[in-house]
């Protein structure tokens, strides 16, 4: 009987599964910025057909042709967050039977367009009155 747990259990963990996991990364731009990017990075640079997409709650979802048979769906969703003590966007990647490693690759490739075309992230703003001797009098 332990046998056939063991034999169970070892065959279970050897099947195929698909890939769940999400892919995300915080950036400094703003979040109207992103969407239109994101939209077009889908369409245009991965040639992705665009299923649904809402500007309001900052999502595109999408399919992409593998091959004349199959299809594979994913999700960008965007968030507002704080990075780096300013407002900016949390960026997140959900792609259907994909492995995480094409999740990453996705989100890196969306990060470097962006930096293309609206080039690098406003710094933080500085604190207003902030003293110049470190604050020791």
């Not at 599964?17 to 910025?33: I, K, N, P, V, W």
């Not at 999408?62 to 900016?88: M, P, T, Y």
């Amino acid at each position: 009987m332990a046998r056939l747990a063991l034999l169970l259990a070892c065959a279970a963990a050897l099947a195929p599964r698909s890939a769940a996991a999400r892919a995300t990364m915080d950036l400094g731009y703003r979040l109207d910025e992103v969407f239109s990017v994101a939209q077009r990075f889908v369409r245009v640079d991965r040639g992705c057909k665009i299923t649904d997409k809402d500007a309001d709650a900052a999502y595109v979802m999408f399919e992409c042709s593998v091959d004349e048979k199959h299809s594979s769906r994913g999700a960008l969703e965007i968030f507002r967050a704080q990075v780096r003590g300013h407002d900016g966007v949390r960026i997140q990647v959900t792609l259907a039977d994909e492995p995480h490693g094409a999740e990453l690759r996705l989100v890196e490739l969306l990060e470097r367009k962006l930096r293309e075309e609206r080039g690098a992230p406003a710094p933080p703003p500085r604190a207003p009155n902030a003293p110049t001797d470190g604050g020791v009098r």
